[in-house]
């Protein structure tokens, strides 16, 4: 049986822009079951970003309602919403979000608990494991950008979220982490969400969907 991981519901979201207000998601919705990969695509500004950061419950829809694991989140307290999160979502972020103080390998030992081996293993398969011991700022950008992703796999997260996690690698490790992706959704039974722009990384998901114009529909 497969379940449902996200489900958003006519999602709605305006930003003003001085007098106007613009809306950029109009009525959105889409639907991940465990085991599946979906991409979105879009031209930059859509509200790509935004969607995801609204499944990730980092920002809340003017209207609409997200359901993780058929738990309808959206209708719990803003107080509740950090815990679901930890409990449910691995985010990769676009600008990859690392704590400045703590090395890279302790991104995910002493934010997610996760065992040394563990972090050894991933970093390795992330080609990274000569950073393990360095801090953010000495690290390149596509070395922090694999970092932030390592911690996502680490969690046992429902549902993983990944905002452009190609956009500072080179084609052939893009490409390897987007794989990364895909297996996690499919071996571990995740699923995940990836916004990117990076065509060629586009065959590895299972669905496509086109955000344009507020709305967002499948391709
Ligand atoms: N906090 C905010 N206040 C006002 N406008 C915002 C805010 N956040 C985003 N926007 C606007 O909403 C639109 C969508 O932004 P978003 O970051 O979701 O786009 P995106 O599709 O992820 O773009 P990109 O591909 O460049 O990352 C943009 O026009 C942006 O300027
Ligand atoms: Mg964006």
């Known amino acids: 049986m497969t379940s449902t991981v996200l489900q958003m519901k006519n999602i709605v979201k305006s930003y003003r822009d001085g007098e106007a207000e613009r809306t950029v998601l109009d009525r959105v919705n ?10 979105i695509v879009g031209p930059s500004g859509c509200g790509k970003s935004t969607l995801l950061n609204i499944a990730g419950m980092m920002l809340s829809p003017d209207s609409g309602e997200i ?3 058929g738990e309808k989140v959206s209708a719990l307290p803003k107080k509740k919403w950090t815990a679901i999160r930890k409990e449910k979502i691995g985010f990769i972020f676009q600008n990859h979000q690392l704590l400045p103080y703590l090395r890279a390998g302790e991104q995910l030992s002493v934010l997610m608990g996760t065992d040394e081996k563990t972090v050894q293993e991933l970093f390795q398969e992330l080609s990274i494991a000569h950073v393990i011991r360095q801090y953010p700022s000495a690290l390149s950008g596509g070395e922090r950008q694999r970092v932030a992703i390592a911690r996502a796999f680490a969690s046992d997260a429902a549902l993983i979220l990944a905002d452009e996690p190609t956009a500072s690698l080179d084609s052939e490790r893009g490409h390897h982490v987007v794989e990364m992706i895909r297996m996690e959704a499919h071996s571990r039974n995740r699923a995940a969400v990836m916004v990117t722009h990076d065509e060629r990384v586009l065959d590895l998901a299972d669905c496509i969907y086109r955000m344009e114009d507020g709305k967002l529909t499948k391709i």
């Not at 889409?30 to 991409?39: I, Q, S, Y």
Request: aromatic residues 8%.
């Open 67 to 69: 359901s993780l694991c």
């Open 30 to 39: 889409l639907e991940v079951k465990a085991g599946e990969f979906a991409a």
